[in-house]
């Protein structure tokens, strides 16, 4: 049974830093290009960061520079380090994984596998 578990959100005000993890099981980990999105109230659901089994990574526009995602293949977790935060970035973050392995970010019905999401909000 696939099981993909987020924990690190929280309150912070803007500048502050949070760091995301996904503790995943059930599937091969390694095999699988990971990536996080957020949705804020009333808006859809938009990828933020990706990771692919080679290590290439991708990010949105908004978050570049403020944002790094990683993988620890040993202990099938993904990681968020957020950093500079803003009041646009409160939202619920969300882990997922898919077998496709591009190093961008791919439509959400790529992914097969996600994680119940983690609120992050920021207050200016």
């Not at 503790?23 to 990971?34: D, H, I, L, V």
């Not at 957020?82 to 619920?92: C, F, H, I, R």
């Amino acid at each position: 049974q696939v099981q993909m578990v987020e924990s690190g959100g929280g309150s912070v005000q803007s500048g502050g830093s949070l760091r995301l993890s996904c503790a995943t099981s059930g599937y091969r980990f390694s095999n699988y290009q990971m990536a996080w999105f957020r949705q804020a109230p009333g808006k859809e659901r938009e990828g933020v960061a990706v990771i692919d089994i080679f290590g290439r990574v991708s990010y949105a526009d908004s978050v570049k520079g403020r944002f790094t995602i990683s993988r620890d293949n040993a202990k099938n977790t993904l990681y968020l380090q957020m950093n500079s935060l803003k009041p646009e970035d409160t939202a619920m973050y969300y882990c997922a994984a898919s077998p496709r392995s591009t190093g961008f970010t791919l439509p959400t019905a790529a992914y097969p596998y996600w994680g119940q999401g983690t609120q992050v909000t920021v207050s200016s």
